[in-house]
């Protein structure tokens, strides 16, 4: 059963901290996410050596991505019914033996259209940890205001697997071997999926349900504001994964490729550092105002990294970039409680989370044709056309992010919600 945290003091991290429960599922889960954030990275660095074309490279990690995008809501609506160990452990077997197939095949000089193939159930089958572990923070903290808090404290997480993750696959690939950061990913993945999943005191309750509530329950998608999220999402996936791509061209551009990580890892941690102090501060304004302010505030800056050719300029606005991703993020991932029922959040957390990998997909392959036929700072458009159509979107339909009563309670169904005037 839930566990609701209620508290007349200002929430903080170390309140979050003491809910009952939370370390079981907070240190394996950061063990099991780590590998995500070098997936992407790791085999943009292997299929760019053995292909010689960033944008080769960047369409391999492309397809990982939509597989992910694609297959990732229908795991966190499997976890919702079955529960999370259940989607899980075949999950990591599987991911395990996919990314050493697209290794094995990328070694061995294999075609193109096998790499793609190989990449498929590589993204179809990248465990939802960060949805999972945020489901769990839900069920523990229905109605509670730690919520934000908990919003805030997953991002940080999930950045600094972003700090840590890139700069360990390109320091394994660069160092020891090519394959070296997908040999590592694939390893911690499945050792930290497996303990992960052997935590199920913490997870949610799946499948006892009402039969009203069965018969009235659809995709989180049909959720208007899911979409909007989604949409808000890809902008934020286009700026990933056009960092990713295009700072890994222009330090090879500039004779630098060491620098790549630190570079990378400057933009992970103005996120990270961003992502706490959104934690501790205790907001007058509503997460839908948040998420449009900040959202405006990264379009602004994204705009300018093509503009920039040196090193300590480009690692001073990936920064000031970086320290804007996560108030969106997280003012996003707020909004999930109050938009969607208990029952579909963990996969609305996977649409969301999706839409990220989707955007980093798509941006990836752009970027990367941009950087093999303009140079380097020609991938950098990708973020600031990724953001701009996402803010377009955002600023259009921002009235559908309005919260909802049902959203909070899961036994009223996704189709019945009665608006909240809360901004």
């Known amino acids: 059963m839930a566990s609701t945290v209620a508290s007349d003091r200002r929430p903080g991290y170390g309140q979050l901290l003491r809910t009952p429960g939370a370390w079981t599922f907070l240190l394996p889960g950061f063990a099991a996410r780590q590998p995500f954030a070098m997936l992407t990275i790791g085999i943009v660095l292997l299929v760019q050596h053995t292909t010689g074309s960033y944008g080769s490279a960047g369409a391999v990690a492309a397809v990982t991505g939509v597989s992910m995008a694609l297959f990732a809501p229908q795991s966190g609506k499997l976890a919702d019914r079955f529960g999370q160990r259940a989607v899980l452990l075949p999950g990591v077997l599987v991911h395990t033996a996919s990314v ?78 090519p394959a070296a950061g997908l040999i590592a990913e694939a390893a911690l993945t499945l050792a930290g999926g497996l303990l992960f999943a052997a935590q199920r005191g913490t997870q949610p309750a799946h499948g006892h349900q009402s039969a009203e509530v069965r018969a009235e329950r659809t995709s989180a998608l049909s959720v208007p504001g899911v979409r909007v999220l989604a949409v808000a999402f890809l902008g934020i996936g286009a700026v990933f994964g056009g960092m990713q791509v295009s700072l890994t061209a222009f330090t090879e551009e500039i004779g630098q490729p060491g620098m790549n990580g630190v570079l990378y890892g400057l933009f992970a941690a103005g996120n990270m550092l961003a992502g706490v102090a959104v934690g501790a501060i205790a907001w007058k304004t509503g997460p839908r105002r948040r998420l449009v302010i900040g959202y405006t505030a990264l379009t602004v ?123």
């Not at 990936?318 to 997280?330: E, K, N, Q, T």
Request: net charge positive; proline share 5%; aromatic share 6%.
């Open 100 to 177: 050493a197939s697209l290794t094995a095949l990328a070694l061995a000089g294999a075609p193109l259209w096998v790499l793609f193939a190989a990449a498929v159930p590589t993204g179809a089958s990248v465990p939802q940890i960060g949805p999972m572990v945020r489901a769990r923070w839900a069920a523990r903290l229905q109605g509670s205001p730690l919520m934000q808090t908990a919003a805030a404290f997953e991002s940080v997480t999930d950045e600094f697997t972003f700090v840590v993750g890139p700069v360990l696959a390109t320091a394994l690939c660069t160092g020891v071997h």
């Open 301 to 423: 800056a994204a705009s300018l990294l093509w503009t920039v050719h040196s090193v300590a300029l480009l690692g001073a606005l990936g920064l000031i970039v970086g320290l804007f991703i996560a108030p969106a993020l997280i003012s996003g991932y707020t909004l999930v409680e109050s938009l969607v029922p208990a029952s579909a959040r963990t996969e609305a957390f996977t649409w969301l989370t999706g839409a990220v990998a989707l955007g980093q997909a798509a941006a990836v392959t752009a970027a990367g044709r941009l950087a093999d036929g303009y140079g380097a700072s020609a991938g950098f458009v990708v973020p600031l056309a990724g953001t701009a159509l996402a803010l377009a979107t955002l600023l259009a339909l921002r009235s559908r992010l309005a919260p909802t009563a049902g959203g909070r309670v899961a036994a009223r169904g996704i189709g019945h919600r009665v608006p909240v005037t809360v901004d």
